[in-house]
C-alpha cells in the first residue's frame, strides 16, 4: 500500500442498509478525517480522530458513526443509509506535526 | 458562522495567467491550504501559507493577507493539464479545514 486507499470503489445501495466504508493507510499518521462532498458544497468533515483510540464529531456526523481501534484504520458507518447520504467520501489523513492532508481516491456512494 | 468564498467557475486560455481569489471569514485562523482536484478525483495540495505575503512554488503561487481574509492563488504558463477545480480551505481554531466550495478553472486552447 502506498498512501490512502478506501474501498469500495463505488457503491448503490437500498435505503435502510447498513454500510461500511473502508479507509486504510500506511503512512503512520495519527490524525485521519471523513469528508463528503456534494456538488456545489466544499468538503463538509463527518468525523475526525487525532489519534488511535479517540474520535471526534464534524460538522455533518448525524447518520454516520466511525471508529479507530489502531493507527491504520478507519471505518465510516451508515447504519442505516438515506437517499441524502448519497454523495462522494473522503478519507484523508495528516501527521499531527505536519500541515497538509493526504487524500485518498474516494468512494461514490448511491442511496435508492 | 464560518464562510470561505471563491468563484464558481473562471476560464482562461493556454499559456497564460490566472489568479483565483479566496475570501474568508472564519473563528480563528492557523493557516490557509490550497488544493487540486482533477474531475473524478482525490484533492491534492498544491500551498500552505500561515503568515502573510507570498508563497511562490513553480508556476504556482499563493498569497496571503490575514487583516483583510483574503488569499489568491496564482497560475502561470497555463497547460492543458490546469483545469481542474481549486479548493481554498482555511484551518480553524479547532485545527479543523473549512472548505470553499472550489472554483472550477477552464483552459481553452
Known amino acids: 500500500i502506498a498512501g490512502i486507499t478506501q474501498a469500495p470503489t463505488s457503491q448503490i445501495l437500498a435505503a435502510g442498509r447498513r454500510m461500511t466504508l473502508r479507509c486504510t493507510q500506511d503512512?503512520?499518521?495519527?490524525?485521519m478525517y471523513w469528508y463528503r462532498q456534494d456538488l456545489g458544497l466544499g468538503l463538509r468533515l463527518i468525523h475526525y480522530?487525532?489519534?488511535?483510540?479517540?474520535?471526534g464529531k464534524g460538522e455533518v456526523p448525524d447518520g454516520y458513526s466511525v471508529s479507530r481501534a489502531n493507527t491504520d484504520d478507519f471505518p465510516l458507518t451508515l447504519a442505516s443509509a438515506v437517499p441524502s447520504q448519497t454523495s462522494v467520501y473522503f478519507c484523508?489523513?495528516?501527521?499531527?506535526?505536519?500541515?497538509?492532508?493526504?487524500f485518498g481516491p474516494g468512494t461514490r456512494l448511491t442511496v435508492l | 458562522g464560518q464562510n470561505i468564498d471563491q468563484p464558481t467557475e473562471m476560464t482562461a486560455t493556454e499559456g497564460a495567467i490566472v489568479q483565483i481569489n479566496c475570501t474568508y471569514q472564519?473563528?480563528?485562523?492557523?493557516?490557509l491550504f490550497w488544493y487540486q482536484q482533477h474531475a473524478g478525483e482525490a484533492p491534492t495540495f498544491l500551498s500552505y501559507?500561515?503568515l502573510d505575503g507570498l508563497e511562490e512554488k513553480g508556476r504556482f503561487s499563493s498569497f496571503l493577507s490575514r487583516s483583510k481574509g483574503y488569499s489568491y492563488l496564482l497560475l502561470k504558463e497555463l497547460q492543458m493539464k490546469d483545469s481542474a477545480s481549486y479548493l481554498c480551505?482555511?484551518?480553524?481554531?479547532?485545527?479543523?479545514?473549512?472548505w470553499g466550495a472550489g472554483t472550477k478553472l477552464i483552459i481553452k486552447p
Open positions: 501559507n500561515v
Open positions: 480551505a482555511v484551518r480553524d481554531s479547532n485545527y479543523q479545514l473549512i
Open positions: 480522530s487525532n489519534t488511535a483510540g479517540t474520535t
Open positions: 472564519t473563528s480563528g485562523f492557523n493557516g
Open positions: 484523508a489523513s495528516s501527521d499531527s506535526g505536519e500541515r497538509e492532508q493526504f
Open positions: 503512512m503512520r499518521h495519527n490524525a
